[in-house]
């Protein structure tokens, strides 16, 4: 049997320890030379021109990898510069109407300032906290309550003229029940003559009505309606409304008008809650009945 001996790559000729120490004192005298000399940079660059088309083709993949992930990042930022800008751009919209929107409140306080010191009546200013949710009422929820001396029964007023009247509180808010809602009644005379009624919430969406005229009552379409200042709740001379038009029925002999507010709560986040003294103020059925008797 044949016994395992070193593997030989060479029958005859020096041993591979020997080539191996040979090779190194070779390796060590090329890099002492190339260090001190530059008698190598020809051969280097011949062997680098023989070797650059194996390397292009050994680097071919790792390039490819590259160029992709480079395209995907460029296309990644491509679209996130795209997304800050239609950003930008709405935030840009949301200040210019932000802007816009604080310029009108600011017009609207000063109006509601000019109208405050108009009247001799401390006024609580207040902002609409909140809407409800009702098809059939009109109301207006407030941001202050029983905390700021807000009443049941106090008026609430814009630069237009009257826009309701408070009926419930909290410590912390108030509703209003706008004159629009038919539950509120309010005393008014019409400004041409000074001719006394009542005022109601009318059917018609967003229309007052004046009923139980006389057939020949002397109101036209055009008359403003300003507050009586009868009962003691609604100052005298606030505007309420306008006339639009008078429906008069020979067979009953009465007649109703129907006005137009001149208040815009639709527009408007702030108004003033007129703080009069709501104790010993009779209720609507009271003042119709005193009209009726005059």
């Keep these: 049997m044949r016994e395992p001996g070193t593997l030989r790559l060479f029958k005859r000729g020096p041993s591979i320890e020997v080539r191996l120490v040979m090779l190194l004192v070779l390796c060590l005298g090329m890099a002492v030379t190339d260090a001190h000399w530059s008698v ?34 460029a296309a990644a930022l491509a679209r996130d510069e795209q997304e800050a800008l239609r950003r930008q751009r709405i935030e840009m919209a949301q200040l210019s109407t932000h802007a816009a929107q604080l310029a009108a409140e600011n017009e609207q306080l000063r109006r509601l300032l000019n109208v405050s010191e108009s009247i001799a009546q401390q006024s609580v200013a207040v902002e609409v906290f909140y809407v409800p949710s009702n098809a059939f009422s009109h109301r207006l929820i407030f941001n202050k309550g029983s905390r700021a001396g807000i009443a049941p029964g106090m008026p609430v007023i814009d630069e237009g003229g009257v826009v309701g009247q408070i009926v419930r509180v909290t410590p912390f808010t108030s509703e209003a029940a706008l004159l629009i809602d038919d539950q509120v009644s309010i005393p008014v005379q019409v400004l041409r003559n000074g001719l006394r009624l009542i005022a109601f919430g009318g059917n018609e969406v967003g229309k007052l009505e004046v009923r139980y005229l006389s057939a020949n009552v002397d109101v036209r379409p055009g008359d403003v309606l300003v507050t009586s200042g009868i009962g003691g709740l609604f100052p005298a001379g606030l505007s309420v409304g306008r006339v639009e038009k008078v429906d008069r029925d020979p067979g009953t002999g009465f007649a109703m008008a129907i006005a137009e507010p001149l208040s815009h709560p639709e527009r408007y986040r702030h108004f003033l809650v007129l703080r009069v003294d709501v104790a010993d103020v009779p209720r609507p059925e009271e003042i119709e009945h005193a009209l009726d008797e005059q």
């Excluded at 011949?46 to 292009?56: C, N, T």
């Design 40 to 73: 190598l940079g020809p051969v280097r660059s011949a062997l680098s021109m023989v070797l650059y088309p194996f390397q292009r083709v050994v680097l071919a993949p790792r390039d490819a990898l590259e160029y992709f992930d480079s395209w995907s990042q």
